[in-house]
């Protein structure tokens, strides 16, 4: 995390209160929370930029569940950023070799975590992350594998994953 | 038949009524306050139906009406959301007022009216109906725009400058004169001071004194509360409405959330009866002289509210679309312009003021949403982008830097 974004917020007396950004490619993007628990995301124009261009209401669910899907893939982002920072500890994108024998199987079997002491973090599958696999998480083909651990412990999953190693 | 058959009779078939125009007013995108004053209108004096029995009934629902509309505008706010908000926006409230305030009272002297009668047409043209204008702006999807705290804060202004405005009208149409009048605002301003400090300094031990755990005891306690203190504020000769918007303000954080939720039925309810009563009291013979001088009036005043909202919304750093939609904006009169000539027609000092004042807030209510949409049009796009492109076009070829 080098630049901090600032995010404004303005009172709107007898409403809420609004919160907004100009993000790094010149758009500003907002939440108007309303006092009563509603609350607006707001698009605002390129040409017009007083203007929102779009104000999409979000349900508490519709909320936690676009800040979870942003919190994810920001996660993501940090853990690849943790590169060289722990002594010792890499984060690794591992593609699984299409020969690999763990399509179509469980990641429970690969017993990653037991033999190499690397974690699988995510899965990168059609540009969707899919964050914590759990051990019935199944492996497809083109999948790409998030891991963290030392150097030799990502090794190990490259090669369990490759089948260089016997299961 | 027994008197309070019919009046049950009357009311049944008046809200019903108010009911059903207000739903096809819905469907037009009309707000209901004009319909409900056209209502007034054909029922009563003069109207198309009169009402025997219920007219008492009507103007006590009415007062408390007012009261209702008043402490919801209170609980809207909290106390230092108002002094922030007057901090940041005083320069603009002070444009409002002049821009506003003024065309009203010259035009009330040169229809040859008493100041008494002026000072009123003054707070009438003046003041834009926060209720109308903060639906409109829900509904065009406008909340989040930039311009959208400069108009919130020009109608807070409003709001709060009534808390010193109607005490002083009230003064002045009791006939006790301009002395008396000032010293009712001296009175108003110390009480209205001391409930803002209060409120801010001690607003949740007052909140914490009224329980949020059961909505029927909050309820009856802020409704009770409420129509007390207006009472007392009355009785002081500090108008009720405004000891109401006081109580509204003193009260704060969940007990305020939870009274607006419970208050606001009542609220629709009593408001909507003193639309009609405003109609009532209003015969319609009155009308049609009036419709022109009403109309030239209401184009005034339109235009120094886009003025107002120009400036205000440059002040803010806003570029000019969005300064013409806070201008634009800003146009509805509403509710205090109603509760203001209900003062003046309850002292009966110019006979004249009710129907203008009916027609006017006719008018500007029902035009000033359709003209908020304006800068929406495609057309009006284009035309302000070709109007600043034409205006840019000169200061093109300056020297080109070296």
């Given at each position: 995390m080098t630049v901090r974004v600032r995010v404004e917020q303005t009172p709107l007396p007898g409403i809420g209160v609004r919160h907004d950004l100009v993000t790094s490619s010149g758009r500003t993007v907002g939440v108007v929370s309303h006092r009563n628990g509603r609350r607006d995301l707001v698009l605002y124009d390129v040409d017009d930029p007083d203007a929102c261009l779009a104000s999409i209401p979000l349900t508490d669910d519709e909320a936690e569940a676009l800040a979870d899907v942003l919190g994810a893939s920001l996660m993501l982002g940090q853990l690849a950023g943790l590169r060289q920072q722990a002594a010792g500890l890499l984060t690794e994108q591992i593609a699984l070799p299409a020969g690999s024998p763990f399509v179509g199987r469980k990641l429970g079997d690969t017993r990653a975590r037991t033999r190499t002491s690397a974690s699988i973090v995510a899965v990168l599958r059609d540009?969707?992350?899919?964050?914590?696999?759990?051990?019935?998480?199944?492996?497809?083909?083109?999948?790409?594998?998030?891991?963290?651990g030392t150097r030799s412990g990502l090794d190990g999953i490259t090669a369990i994953l490759a089948g260089d190693t016997d299961g | 038949m027994h008197s309070t058959t019919?009046?049950?009779?009357?009311?049944?078939?008046?809200?019903?009524?108010?009911?059903?125009?207000?739903?096809?007013?819905?469907?037009?995108?009309?707000?209901?306050?004009?319909?409900?004053?056209?209502?007034?209108?054909?029922?009563?004096?003069?109207?198309?139906?009169?009402?025997?029995?219920?007219?008492?009934?009507?103007?006590?629902?009415?007062?408390?009406?007012?009261?209702?509309?008043?402490?919801?505008?209170?609980?809207?706010?909290?106390?230092?959301?108002?002094?922030?908000?007057?901090?940041?926006?005083?320069?603009?409230?002070?444009?409002?007022?002049l821009l506003n305030a003024l065309p009203g009272a010259g035009f009330a002297l040169l229809l040859g009216w008493e100041w008494q009668a002026a000072l009123v047409l003054a707070g009438i043209t003046w003041v834009s109906s926060s209720g109308v204008i903060a639906k409109v702006l829900g509904d065009l999807g406008r909340l989040g725009n930039r311009e959208t705290p400069v108009i919130l804060s020009v109608l807070v202004i409003e709001d709060l400058a009534m808390a010193f405005y109607l005490p002083l009208v009230t003064a002045v149409l009791a006939g006790v004169g301009l002395v008396g009048g000032v010293k009712a605002l001296a009175v108003a301003v110390v009480t209205v001071v001391a409930v803002l400090v209060v409120a801010i300094r001690y607003g949740h031990t007052i909140s914490r004194f009224i329980s949020v755990q059961d909505p029927e005891a909050l309820l009856l306690s802020v409704l009770g509360l409420t129509l007390f203190v207006a009472g007392v504020a009355a009785e002081l000769k500090v108008s009720a409405a405004v000891g109401a918007f006081l109580v509204g303000i003193a009260l704060s954080g969940p007990v305020a959330h939870h009274a607006t939720q419970l208050l606001e039925p009542l609220r629709d309810l009593f408001a909507a009866v003193f639309f009609v009563f405003f109609g009532l009291s209003t015969n319609p013979a009155d009308m049609p002289p009036v419709l022109v001088p009403a109309f030239g009036l209401a184009v005034l005043t339109m235009l120094t509210k886009v003025l107002?909202?120009?400036?205000?919304?440059?002040?803010?750093?806003?570029?000019?679309?969005?300064?013409?939609?806070a201008g634009l904006g800003l146009l509805p009169r509403g509710e205090f312009s109603v509760v203001i000539a209900g003062l003046a027609v309850a002292s009966g000092v110019e006979p004249r003021l009710a129907p203008l004042a009916t027609a006017y807030v006719l008018i500007t209510v029902v035009s000033g949403p359709m003209l908020a949409r304006l800068p929406d049009y495609p057309w009006f796009k284009n035309f302000i982008r070709r109007w600043t492109a034409v205006k840019r076009g000169p200061a093109q070829p300056l020297p080109a830097g070296d």
């Open positions: 540009r969707e992350v899919i964050p914590s696999p759990g051990p019935p998480f199944v492996f497809e083909a083109n999948d790409v594998v998030v891991a963290v | 019919v009046l049950l009779i009357e009311v049944g078939a008046l809200l019903f009524a108010l009911g059903m125009l207000g739903r096809l007013g819905r469907r037009f995108g009309l707000s209901p306050i004009p319909l409900y004053l056209l209502a007034g209108l054909a029922f009563g004096h003069g109207g198309l139906i009169p009402l025997s029995a219920s007219e008492e009934f009507i103007e006590i629902g009415a007062e408390i009406g007012v009261i209702l509309l008043l402490v919801m505008l209170g609980l809207e706010y909290s106390a230092g959301e108002l002094v922030s908000n007057l901090r940041a926006a005083a320069p603009a409230g002070l444009i409002d007022a107002t909202g120009y400036l205000a919304a440059r002040r803010a750093g806003i570029a000019l679309p969005g300064r013409l939609r």
